[in-house]
Structures are given as C-alpha cells and as structure tokens.
C-alpha cells in the first residue's frame, strides 16, 4: 500500500510536468519531452490504469489533451502523446465513466472548423469508435 502511494505521488509529479512539453521556449523544454517520450516507450504510465483510484488517470489524459490542443505541436510531442493515450485506453476495461466524459469533451468541445487545427484530436476521432462499443 506505501508503494502505491509512493508510485502514485511520483506518477503526480510526472503528470503536473506534462503540461510543459509544448512550450519549447523553457531551457528544460528537452526535459519535458524526454520524460514524455520515457513514459510512452518504457509503457510506465499504464502503472496509472492499475491505481485504485482513476483521479491520476483522469489528471494523465486532462493533461495531455490539453498538450494536444496546441495547433503547432511537434509530430513527435503528438505521437507520443498518442501512444501514451491509446496505450492505456487498450489497457482499460471497462472505461471509466469520468475519463470517457473526458476523452468526448475534448473531441466535441471546439467548433468542427477548428478541428484541423488540434491535431491530437483528430487523430483521436478514430478512437472514440472504440469507445463508443464500450
């Protein structure tokens, strides 16, 4: 249960980081992208999916749809994201009802002429056909 806890604030500081991989004016703009790409190809972040509570794995995908609604982000900052994303929607069975709340807000939350400009987003789209069967 300590481990847990311990994983959990760890996991918390990971994700309140996340927000800051967009901005590539910061000097530790690097930084923030090497422990999105670290999250993305070790797979740490379906840790997430295996916490009691989803309250982390809500903030996880708030976070990073956030970081996808940036018009110019760069394709690797968007692929990883998307990995990261998709990895632990595969991992969830069923989907919580809240992160689904999420996941759709995001997709239909903006005006269909601006889709083209979120590019997370609309590569998500195919997606939510899976989460419509869920």
């Known amino acids: ?5 311990l994983l959990q604030g760890i996991f918390e500081l990971f994700v309140s980081q996340l927000r800051f991989v967009s901005n590539r004016t910061t000097p530790f ?3 923030y992208f090497h422990l999105l790409e670290s999250l993305a190809l070790v ?3 379906l840790l997430c999916v295996q916490f009691d509570s989803h309250s982390l794995l809500l903030a996880l995908f708030g976070t990073l749809l956030e970081v996808g609604r940036e018009a110019e ?3 690797s900052v968007e692929f ?3 990995d ?7 991992e969830l069975e069923p ?7 999420i996941i759709l807000l995001n997709l239909t939350d903006a005006p269909v002429a601006s889709l ?8 998500l789209l195919p997606l939510s056909a899976r989460l419509s069967h869920a």
Do not use: E, Q, Y
């Not at 990261?84 to 595969?90: G, N, R, T």
């Not at 989907?95 to 709340?101: E, Q, Y």
């Not at 083209?116 to 590569?123: D, E, H, K």
């Open 116 to 123: 083209t400009a979120l590019p997370v987003r609309t590569r």
């Open 95 to 101: 989907i919580p009802p809240k992160l689904l709340d």
């Open 29 to 31: 703009s690097p930084r």
């Open 80 to 82: 990883h994201v998307l």
């Open 84 to 90: 990261i994303l998709s990895s632990c929607l595969d």
């Open 73 to 75: 982000l760069p394709g």
């Open 43 to 45: 797979r740490s972040c």
């Open 1 to 5: 249960m300590r481990v847990c806890r």
